[in-house]
Every structure is written in C-alpha cells, then in structure tokens.
C-alpha cells in the first residue's frame, strides 16, 4: 500500500500511482476537480454499473458524465485529496477521499449559496482492461446538502 497523506490531491495520485487500477481509480475523482465531461471516456467502460446512481440519473457513462457535469456546474475550485487508497485483487480499488470547494452554481436541487463545502466519501471500484467497469460510492450527501442549503431550493 502506498503511503498516503491528506496533502495528495487526485492529480498527485494520478502521477504517482503504482499501478494502472490505483491510477484510474485517482483519475476518476480528478475528472470532478477540473470538470472534464469527455474525460469519463478515458476512465469509464461504456457499459460501467454505478451500484449507487441517483434516483433519476441515466444508466453507464451517461450517468458519470451527468454527475461530473453537476459537480463542476455546482461547484468551483473542487479538490480531491485522497485519505487513504488500497488495491485489492481482480482490479478492486477502495479510495477514502475528502473534497472541497465553493457552491457557486446550481447543484442537485439547491441554488448558488456561495457557501464552502467540505465532505468525504469512499469509493470501491473495479478497473479492467484500464477502464472502470463498476462502481460503488457513498458521500456525506447530508452533510452536503446542510452546507449548501440556503432554505430555498431551485426549481
């Protein structure tokens, strides 16, 4: 296992990754600091299973692409910086992460608040053939939605 600080951003990680799952896995959370929608072609499978999509969100790459979409029109300066990584067998990846950044657009269902956010999150992915073919996710969605949340919500 790779030593990990809280001063590893995903681009750090993407850099410096010992193997091609643990470099993936970091490149996936750098798409949502820099925003780069096309890039979910170079890290997802087309056919990619989200184990935990929103309610509403469209099915394999076009669901990724949506919520790396959200996230950048929901928030700037996004930063990722990588807790802890841990490569397992078959291509499984967990990572622990921490992002912040400012709520300065429309996001889930919440207008512009202006308000910093600062969540974390775990991620359990499985890389294959240098793609993302599965992914589970959990982020502190309350936490979120209490830091965003101006008592009014977009329509």
Known sequence: MTAISPANTTSEMVRSATTTALRVAARNLEL?????????DEVFAPDVIDHNPAGDAASGI???RALI???????????HRILFQQEL??????????????????????????????????????????????????????????QISTGAQSA
């Open 32 to 40: 949502y600091d820099t925003g780069d929608v096309a890039g979910a």
């Open 89 to 146: 067998a078959d291509g499984w990846v967990v990572l622990h992460w921490r992002m912040t950044g400012t709520h300065t657009g429309d996001a889930f269902g919440f207008a512009a608040s202006g308000s910093p956010v600062d969540i974390k999150g775990t991620d359990i992915i499985r890389v294959v053939d240098d793609k993302i073919t599965e992914i589970y996710h959990v982020e502190e969605l309350l936490k979120l939605t209490q």
């Open 62 to 64: 076009d669901g990724m």
């Open 69 to 79: 979409a959200a996230v950048r029109d929901g928030f700037t300066g996004t930063q």
